[in-house]
């Protein structure tokens, strides 16, 4: 069985891999680091484990647009001049309402007046210019739905879903599980928006990152506890050393190896010198970490670093696993 250890090491390759056209990970010029801390900019990709906070804002104002009859809403059929056939009906799951004379007839996506439209041409052959109205006596179902789900909450108008290991998510009356895994907070809520906006109207969202699971970096190499690491804040490469036990004897700590990703999503790298850091005592030199960022502590100096790269890094990487990766972010500044 492989050890938690290894596994994560498969993990790790698998995020930092790219298509086969060109190199794999390239190595700036000045590949040393040596500029203060940068600001902290980067979007957070949500992953499995990420807790999500909806609170949903139900607008009372008057709707732009006819509404749509759905599921659940009761409505009456009125005929002017044929009283004893009026019907007041509730649109059945499957879509459709029961009638006199005519039996089941589909009304799924249609508005009131479609509606009488589309009665008036199917009773067009029995009576003579029929004249029918329709009349919304309960509606908005959807609504009341939403409103039931949420409330039994006691975080109020909000519901808390988790992303599964899966990297979807469930949420209230949407009919398929959305993939978040890979988004960002901004690109999920549209996606959620898109979804309600189809079965409810006059609704706003919010979204919160509850609890964040995923915010990762990678920690290999000459530590003495290699592992991946969560950053619960913004954390410096000499934070995350330390939180891996410390350097081995035999690291080379003048060429710590840092892999990040640019705009490109491409796989970039930097070169810290840590002896330059601790030496001088100049924190401002101290790398600030992304989100899935892996550090990669050698055994000794690296002279020619892309060689090391190509040798240790891309050659290992098995060609199947050589696509397009979801996270992106700038390379560090």
Known sequence: MLSRYRIHWVLFLWLFCISCAGPN????????????????????????????????HIILKPSEKEYILAVGDVIGVEFSYHPNIDRRVSILPDGKISLPLKGEIDVSGLTPSQLTEKLTQIYSDIFKEPSITIT????NQAINQLKEAITTSSRGQSKLSAIRPDGLITFPLLPKDIRASGLTLPQLKAVITEGYSKIVDNLALSLILETSKSNLVYVMGEVRKPDYYQMDTPTTLTQILSRAGGLLGTAGTSSILVLSRNKEREPVGKLVDLDKIIGEGNIGNDLLLRQYDVVYVPRSTIANVNLFVDQYMNKIVPNFFRTSLVFGYDVHE
């Open 25 to 56: 990970i390239t190595i700036e010029k000045d590949t040393v680091y040596d500029k203060p801390i940068a600001e902290f900019p980067d979007e957070y990709y949500l992953g499995p484990g990420d807790v999500i906070e909806i609170i949903y």
């Open 136 to 139: 919304l006596i309960e509606y």
